[in-house]
């Protein structure tokens, strides 16, 4: 079965970083844009960054300059690399994968609505 785990969550002073890693089975990874996505108590799931299947990279304007998103299609596996972590980073964090024909998908595009295959999601808290 479809399995998408995350981990690498944690709390982390202001201006800290941390890693995030998703590992996949149960599908073809290699076939499916993947993105990191980030929900706050209270508010809606919001795109946060992707690495389509071409290989392109994109990011919300939130986090621009400060993560960065990968994926290793040898280990069916994304990361998200985040960088001078602010208060307002602070949510669950949770990967996806999204399918379409269509090439050139992005953050933008990825539909949180749409996406085919969720994880459970890891803990990110920053304090100030």
């Known amino acids: 079965q479809v399995q998408l785990v995350e981990s690498g969550g944690g709390s982390v002073q202001a201006g800290g970083s941390l890693r995030l890693s998703c590992a996949t089975s149960?599908?073809?990874?290699?076939?499916?844009?993947m993105g990191w996505y980030r929900q706050a108590p209270g508010k809606e799931r919001e795109g946060v960054a992707a690495v389509n299947r071409e290989g392109f990279s994109s990011y919300a304007d939130s986090v621009k300059g400060r993560f960065t998103v990968t994926r290793d299609n040898s280990k069916n596996a994304l990361y998200l690399q985040m960088n001078s972590l602010k208060p307002e980073d602070t949510a669950m964090y949770y990967c996806g994968a999204y399918f379409t024909f269509l090439e050139g998908a992005t953050i933008a595009t990825m539909n949180p609505h749409t996406v085919d295959y969720w994880g459970k999601g890891t803990q990110v808290t920053v304090s100030s």
């Open positions: 149960g599908y073809t990874f290699s076939r499916f844009s």
